[in-house]
């Protein structure tokens, strides 16, 4: 190739076919890797799923160069490096925990230059010993994932982060490509400052997951709630995000005793531990991980079916960023949200409390709450949700009805007598006192006969047992939903309490109506859902996924670095019986063919055989191959 700008389309593709088995790019991939060609400095912005490692993959194997990758988790270097070997692409890592003789070998692939990309800690970037190993290479380009940790404005900033705006003192020729699935406006200018960006190619994809059905819950038994979602996925791979550590070692003993596959995930864990979770994950041994946010971005497992936020997540980016590591492969997946207005009083305590301890500017708390508050208002919003996030990240939702969420799907309903239940709630805080917090206060409404109640002679209220049978966590809920509502105050210090105001009064007096919502029982299967699974034999899916999961235990590396579920899929689909057949599926490129190749084919011969099956039930060819990357 004469040069970078001389690059047709066509060898891109020969590229992307060669290694990933795709013949199409997504949205803004092409100017993405033809910013890294051209050297020119860039920013991309993709959603999770969205083909961003594509972007910095494609160009080092097409320029036949080494290029540099800054990630921030071990685990996710590991899963990169593994995931291109897989496919025949040269990569290789250097992390600590390495053996000697594994550092030794990989550092001798990247000085005679096998390695055409190479992944490093953002720490360990620019250590004399590293910077003497790629001086040598004439290193022409650095790609920056998660690159939003470099911003005081985003959701998940690392100090060493900042450290990475010395490359263009000790690379100034060197291009650097900025990548990250969440950043809005103010996050992206402060990105482009940080790193020290020249006239750098900004590319903003699409922000909206339309594969991903968001689901916001009023919070009654996170634990039973959770679990009934999981029924939904069974034998699928599912995240549960709990607030703190407590919770999710409560949460793993739940679903483990209702006989899920079940483990937790939180970084209070000793180092060894959280290894050997991440690992059950990724080899299928477990189907359902409860994590803090810690469980975040080492997670590249493309074939999860579920994320469930036990509690509200302090930020919209976490949300985005969280709920994206579901259905990665393009396939639908479920999110949902359980949400109580609690958790707002919770993360603004913690938020107060982190303030003290770590000194924090002013500027920066209250863009903390401003987070928050934006945050709450998705929870609370009886609006799509797929417009509500991409309106949040600045951009146009097209559909009127997305199909692919609660309010969409008309899943969300008001709770019958809401005004009259509100009243009798505001009434019994009026006669107790105004001087008590949520647990007497429902307490005395379902007529407890606790010495606390004695004490204060409140079994004498009219209002003692006023909602005696309702169940207690429903009652809790209504309380809390008054609060987010504005119809009720509680005090955010150490023992809150609850005091009416005038919007309680009024309601009241009956000059205002109240509406309290719950979730219908029933959820509705999307369409998207439906679609996906036309066609596809479940019997050979399953077969082909389990062939999928000895293959990587023999192999050492996650499942899902062989094939995506997208890919197993299409196999049930078409049930291919040569290799041109295979190599028409999406997903299977020219090596995975020739070292894959003969063992499904095998697979899926012997299952036709078994069950009076003819291969090739569809015509592959004709098909077109979407990249799901």
């Known amino acids: 190739?004469?040069?970078?700008?001389?690059?047709?389309?066509?060898?891109?593709?020969?590229?992307?076919r060669r290694y990933w088995g795709y013949s199409e790019l997504r949205p803004l991939q092409e100017q993405a890797i033809r910013a890294s060609l051209e050297r020119r400095d860039s920013l991309v912005v993709m959603p999770t799923g969205g083909g961003k490692s594509l972007c910095y993959q494609v160009p080092a194997e097409l320029a036949q160069r080494t290029d540099i990758v800054v990630s921030p988790l071990i685990s996710l270097m590991k899963d990169q490096v593994d995931g291109l070997r897989q496919c025949g692409y040269p990569a290789g890592a250097l992390y600590s925990g390495m053996s000697l003789d594994a550092v030794h070998e990989t550092e001798e692939a990247i000085v005679t230059g096998r390695c055409r990309l190479v992944f490093v800690a953002p720490e360990r970037l620019l250590t004399p010993r590293f910077l003497q190993l790629i001086e040598r290479l004439n290193v022409c380009a650095f790609a920056i994932d998660e690159a939003h940790c470099i911003s005081h404005w985003g959701h998940d900033f690392r100090p060493e982060y900042r450290q990475l705006a010395e490359i263009k003192t000790h690379f100034p020729q060197a291009s650097i490509h900025a990548y990250t699935a969440t950043a809005t406006e103010r996050v992206r200018t402060d990105i482009i400052a940080q790193l020290g960006l020249r006239n750098p190619v900004a590319l903003v994809g699409t922000?909206?997951?339309?594969?991903?059905?968001?689901?916001?819950?009023?919070?009654?038994?996170?634990?039973?709630?959770?679990?009934?979602?999981?029924?939904r996925h069974p034998g699928e791979a599912a995240i549960v995000y709990c607030i703190s550590r407590k919770d999710t070692e409560s949460m793993a003993a739940f679903l483990q005793a209702n006989r899920l596959r079940a483990g937790y995930y939180h970084a209070g864990m000793e180092a060894d531990q959280r290894r050997r979770t991440q690992e059950a994950f990724a080899a299928e041994a477990l189907d359902v991980v409860a994590a803090t946010v810690a469980f975040g971005m080492g997670i590249d497992r493309s074939d999860v079916r579920c994320v469930i936020h036990a509690a509200m997540p302090k930020t919209i980016e976490h949300y985005q960023q969280e709920t994206g590591r579901a259905g990665r492969d393009g396939l639908e997946a479920e999110c949902v949200l359980l949400y109580s207005a609690a958790d707002i009083l919770r993360w603004q305590s913690l938020i107060e409390r982190s303030a003290v301890e770590t000194a924090s500017a002013p500027e920066i708390i209250a863009a903390s709450r401003s987070l928050l508050e934006h945050t709450r208002r998705l929870c609370t919003s009886v609006h799509c949700r797929h417009r509500k996030l991409s309106e949040y990240f600045g951009q146009e939702y097209p559909k009127l009805n997305c199909e692919a969420c609660d309010v969409c799907l008309n899943e969300v309903e008001g709770l019958a007598d809401a005004t009259v239940n509100a009243q009798k709630i505001l009434s019994c805080i009026a006669r107790a006192g105004e001087n008590f917090g949520v647990e007497h206060i429902v307490d005395v409404l379902l007529g407890a006969n606790t010495e606390r109640v004695r004490r204060w002679g409140h079994e004498q209220l009219s209002t003692h047992g006023l909602m005696k049978g309702t169940d207690r966590k429903s009652l809790t809920n209504m309380l809390y939903q008054l609060v987010d509502d504005g119809l009720l105050e509680r005090t955010d210090d150490e023992r809150p309490i609850l005091h009416l105001n005038d919007a309680s009064r009024e309601v009241l007096r009956g000059k205002r109506s109240v509406r309290l919502l719950q979730a219908k029982t029933r959820v509705k299967k999307t369409r998207f859902d439906e679609k996906s699974w036309e066609n596809v034999d479940s019997g050979l899916f399953e077969s082909l996924r389990s062939l999928r999961r000895q293959l990587a235990s023999e192999r050492g590396v996650p499942a899902y670095v062989l094939f995506s579920d997208a890919t197993l899929r299409d196999m049930a689909r078409m049930r291919p019986g040569s290799s041109d057949s295979l190599l028409n599926i999406r997903g299977v490129g020219e090596s995975k063919l020739a070292d894959l190749g003969q063992r499904f084919l095998d697979q899926i011969s012997s299952y036709c055989s078994a069950n009076g099956l003819k291969p090739d039930a569809a015509s592959a060819a004709d098909r077109p191959r979407t990249h799901r990357k």
Request: net charge positive; proline share 5%.
């Open 1 to 16: 190739m004469n040069s970078a700008k001389d690059c047709a389309t066509a060898d891109i593709l020969a590229t992307v």
């Open 207 to 231: 922000f909206d997951r339309p594969n991903l059905v968001y689901r916001v819950v009023p919070r009654v038994d996170a634990r039973a709630q959770a679990l009934e979602v999981l029924k």
